[in-house]
Nanobody, 126 residues
Framework: QVQLVESGGGLVQAGGSLRLSCVAS????????MAWFRQAPGREREFVAV?????????YYADSVKGRFTISRDNGKNTVYLQMNGLKPEDTAVYYC??????????????????WGQGTQVTVSS
C-alpha cells in the first residue's frame, strides 16, 4: 500500500520556524518529483515547493515562500522535508506532501500528482 505520511506541523509564533517531514512507503519514490502544497480554509490547494528528479534535484518555490522555505529530500530514507523559516500568519494552512510518478504535467498543478499525504496543520499566530 502506497502511503505518504506528513509530520512536524504545529502552532508557532510569527517569525518562528518549523520543519515538516513526509515519509513515503509502499514503492520507491527516488525517481518521483516530490512537492509540498498547502490549503487554507476557504481557499484552493496551492503549490509551495517541489524538488525535480530529472534535472538533478532542482527546486522551485512559490513566490510567496521564496527565500523563507527550503525543500529537500533523502532518498535513502524515502523522506522529503520542508524547512520553513520566517513564518507569517498567512502561511497558516494544512500542508500536504505529494509525489509525481509520471512527470507529465506542470509541477505546480495538483493534477500532476499521483499520491498525496493526509496533511499536517501549520498555524502561525501574530
Amino acid at each position: 500500500q502506497v502511503q505518504l505520511v506528513e509530520s512536524g506541523g504545529g502552532l508557532v509564533q510569527a517569525g518562528g520556524s518549523l520543519r515538516l517531514s513526509c515519509v513515503a512507503s509502499g514503492r520507491t519514490f527516488s525517481m518521483d518529483n516530490m512537492a509540498w502544497f498547502r490549503q487554507a480554509p476557504g481557499r484552493e490547494r496551492e503549490f509551495v515547493a517541489v524538488t525535480i528528479t530529472w534535472s538533478g534535484g532542482s527546486t522551485y518555490y512559490a513566490d510567496s515562500v521564496k527565500g523563507r522555505f527550503t525543500i529537500s529530500r533523502d532518498n535513502g530514507k524515502n523522506t522529503v522535508y520542508l524547512q520553513m523559516n520566517g513564518l507569517k500568519p498567512e502561511d497558516t494552512a494544512v500542508y500536504y506532501c505529494a509525489a509525481d510518478r509520471d512527470h507529465r504535467g506542470l509541477y505546480s498543478d495538483t493534477r500532476s500528482y499521483d499520491y498525496w499525504g493526509q496533511g499536517t496543520q501549520v498555524t502561525v499566530s501574530s
